[in-house]
């Protein structure tokens, strides 16, 4: 259904927050969902605006309805035989993920500011999320880039984080 609606090959979709500005989570989700299926792989890391309406990553299920996006992300990633894993030294903080995918490791951090904590949580979530796996690739994704400057070690192909604001301007 992706290709048919696209016209190309889409293997994966990664969205990087605010997936809806004013619209319910059911609303938004049957947008895609007509679009592209329900069984299509498409994940997200949360917004400024999805805040609210985010979940719990490692509690939600696919119940066949979505009262929240960790239910979307959870029903996607089920139905591709996708593992999501949550951080197990913050465990307060669901709304942040991983997985693999093709090969790729894919990092999702949140929206911290909304969260009330600062960027230096983010930083240590995404190295603790990078370590440990033999992939040869990885992306990392988070909303309202502004304080992060990606940065890739050649001698280990994982991306880094500078948290210099400087070397993000």
């Not at 969902?33 to 609210?52: A, Q, W």
């Not at 993920?97 to 093709?102: D, E, K, L, S, V």
């Amino acid at each position: 259904k992706a290709e048919e609606s696209t016209g190309n090959d889409v293997d994966l979709v990664i969205h990087n927050g605010d997936m809806s500005y004013s619209s319910t989570v059911g609303t938004w989700a049957g947008r895609i969902d007509n679009t592209l299926g329900s069984d299509f792989p498409y994940l997200m890391s949360e917004g400024n605006h999805d805040v609210n309406q985010w979940g719990d990553v490692e509690a939600a299920t696919c119940s066949g309805g979505y009262d929240n996006y960790a239910e979307f992300i959870n029903c996607h990633a089920d139905a591709n035989n996708i593992e999501l894993n949550v951080d197990t030294v913050d465990t307060t903080n669901k709304d942040r993920y991983w997985f693999t995918y093709g090969g790729i490791k894919f990092v999702f951090a949140d929206e911290e500011k909304e969260r009330g904590r600062d960027e230096a949580d983010n930083v240590a979530f995404i190295d603790r999320a990078l370590t440990g796996d033999d992939v040869i690739w990885s992306v990392c994704g988070w909303h309202e880039n502004g304080v992060y400057a990606p940065d890739i070690d050649d001698s280990t192909n994982k991306c880094s984080i500078k948290t210099d604001r400087s070397a993000a301007q």
